[in-house]
């Protein structure tokens, strides 16, 4: 059973930067397609970005094209989100999740996971 923990959230100024870690233990992510979801308080669920098991594919929501990053970095079993020039409107619990698709070359923003994680609070303010 793929277990995901998120790490890396916080408090950041409006401007600022943070990096998120989505993480299994002693199974490798590369077979999974991974994605990125935030929802902030009062708001629908927002899936912003995902990386397929090919690795290059990426697909971004327009709220954070330009200024979020997902990767796989140099580790079997961690994917990132590079989150840059952050205001306070990405304020939200982040959660990553994750499907069993092995070999895949894209990826689109579809919602639907099998596995997700616990998601850390994200805060940008003043």
């Known amino acids: 059973q793929l277990q995901l923990v998120e790490s890396g959230g916080g408090l950041v100024h409006p401007g600022g930067s943070l990096r998120l870690s989505c993480a299994a233990s002693?199974?490798?992510?590369?077979?999974?397609?991974i994605a990125w979801f935030r929802q902030a308080p009062g708001k629908e669920r927002e899936e912003v970005a995902c990386?397929?098991?090919?690795?290059?594919?990426?697909d971004y929501a327009d709220s954070v094209k330009e200024r979020f990053t997902i990767d796989r970095g140099n580790t079997r079993n961690t994917v990132y989100l590079q989150m840059d020039n952050l205001n306070p409107e990405d304020t939200a619990v982040y959660y990553c999740?994750?499907?069993?698709?092995?070999?895949?070359?894209?990826?689109?923003?579809?919602?639907?996971?099998?596995?997700w994680g616990q998601g850390p609070p994200v805060t940008v303010s003043s």
């Open positions: 999740a994750a499907n069993w698709n092995p070999n895949s070359p894209i990826c689109a923003l579809l919602g639907r996971y099998d596995y």
């Open positions: 002693r199974i490798t992510l590369n077979y999974y397609t």
């Open positions: 990386i397929p098991s090919g690795g290059h594919g990426t």
